[in-house]
C-alpha cells in the first residue's frame, strides 16, 4: 500500500472542503446582471404580437382583403429577409423569436392598404436588413425598423404611400383635412372606432388601446412613454391649435393618425427607447413636442413616425443625462 504524505493528506483535505462548499453553498457566482426575470425574447414578442390581434382584425374588416395581402406579404418579407441574411451570413438562425413577425406587422401597419404589394416586400427588407440586421440585428438597431422602412417608403414612392381609401374610395385623411384640404370631419366616434381612410393599423383607435391594455397588463411596456407622448399632443394640440391659440381640438389630434399606434407599439421599443423612468419622460415629451410641431407648421400632416425616428437617434445622450450614478463614484471624473 502506498504511503501517503502529509501533503497530499491536506490536498486531498481540502479538496474534499471545497467539494462540500459547493454541493451545500446558497451563493452563486456570476457576472452581472444579478436581478434576472423570466421574461424571454421570445415570450415578449409573442405577446407584442397577440397585442397586434385587435389592431389587425380591424384593419382588415375595414379595408377587406387588400389589407390582409399587405400584412401578409410584409410578414413574410421580413421573415424571409432575417432568415436568408442570417443564413448567408452564418449567423444563428432567429425568426423563431417573433421579432421579425413584429416589425412585419408594424410595418404594414403604417403603410396604407392600396400600397403595391411589391412595395410592402421591399420595405420589408429594408427594415430587417438594412436597418436591422446591418446594425448587428436585433437589439443593435439605433432606430425603429419599421419606421425607417416607413420613411424609405414615403420618400421613394410617395404618392402611392399617400394615397388613402375606405370602402374603395380614394380620399384624405382627418389629418389631411384639417392640414389641407376643406372638408367635413368624421364624427370623433367614426374615428375612434375607425371608419376612416388612413394606413391599416392607425384607423381603429379602440383597437390600439385595447392591445397596449394588454401590454401595460403583462408589464411588457410601462405607462411613462405612452402617457407623456399622447399627453404632450393632447396639451399642445389643444393650446396652440392649428387657427391660432386656444383653438386646437387635442381630443381629435390624438385618436387620428399614427399617435397612438406609435406612441404604445413603437416609441416603447426595447432597443430605441432610453433605460431611465426620467428619461422615457424625457423621451415621450421629446416625441409629443415634435409631432405637434410637425403637424400644426410642417408642410406633411402627421409627425408621429419621424418624431418617433428623431428622437430614437437621441436616446444615447438622453441615457447618459440621466443614468443614476453608480454608487461609489461620487466625485471621480
Avoid at 65 to 85: M, T
Avoid at 243 to 255: A, C, D, K, R
Wanted: aromatic residues 10%; charged residues 10%.
Amino acid at each position: 500500500m502506498t504511503q501517503v504524505t502529509k501533503v497530499e493528506a491536506a490536498e486531498i483535505k481540502n479538496k474534499e472542503a471545497d467539494t462540500s462548499v459547493k454541493k451545500n453553498s446558497i451563493f452563486t457566482l456570476s457576472s452581472s446582471p444579478h436581478i434576472r426575470s423570466n421574461s424571454t425574447i421570445q415570450s415578449i414578442m409573442r405577446d407584442v404580437t397577440i397585442a397586434l390581434v385587435p389592431a389587425t382584425l380591424a384593419g382588415i374588416y375595414f379595408f377587406k382583403l387588400q389589407a390582409f395581402l399587405v400584412i401578409l406579404v410584409s410578414i413574410l418579407s421580413c421573415v424571409a429577409s432575417e432568415f436568408v441574411w442570417q443564413k448567408y451570413t452564418g449567423r444563428k438562425v432567429t425568426v423563431g423569436d417573433y421579432s421579425a413577425v413584429v416589425t412585419g406587422l408594424l410595418l404594414a401597419f403604417n403603410v396604407p392598404p392600396s400600397l403595391p404589394l411589391w412595395m410592402v416586400a421591399i420595405g420589408g427588407v429594408f427594415a430587417v436588413i438594412v436597418v436591422k440586421q446591418l446594425f448587428g440585428g436585433l437589439g443593435q438597431n439605433i432606430v425603429n425598423p419599421a419606421l425607417a422602412a416607413r420613411a424609405f417608403l414615403l420618400a421613394s414612392w410617395p404618392v402611392a404611400m399617400t394615397t388613402w381609401t375606405i370602402d374603395g374610395i380614394t380620399g384624405a385623411t382627418p389629418l389631411g383635412i384639417l392640414k389641407n384640404e376643406p372638408g367635413a370631419l368624421p364624427s370623433l366616434s367614426s374615428v375612434f372606432l375607425g371608419h376612416i381612410g388612413g394606413s391599416i393599423g392607425e384607423t381603429s383607435a379602440i383597437a390600439l388601446i385595447i392591445g397596449a391594455a394588454y401590454l401595460l397588463y403583462k408589464r411588457i411596456i410601462t405607462w411613462h412613454i405612452p402617457v407623456t407622448y399622447i399627453g404632450t399632443v393632447l396639451v399642445l394640440t389643444t393650446v396652440i391649435g392649428r387657427q391660432g391659440f386656444m383653438t386646437g381640438n387635442g381630443l381629435y389630434e390624438i385618436f387620428t393618425g399614427g399617435l397612438m399606434l406609435g406612441a404604445f407599439f413603437m416609441a416603447t421599443d426595447y432597443t430605441t427607447s432610453p433605460m431611465t423612468t426620467k428619461g422615457q419622460i424625457i423621451f415621450g415629451f421629446g416625441c409629443g413636442l415634435l409631432s405637434t410641431v410637425i403637424r400644426i407648421f410642417g408642410g406633411y400632416p402627421e409627425g408621429v413616425s419621424y418624431s418617433i425616428l428623431i428622437m430614437n437617434l437621441a436616446v444615447p445622450l438622453i441615457d447618459k443625462y440621466t443614468a443614476p450614478r453608480v454608487f461609489g463614484t461620487q466625485g471621480v471624473k
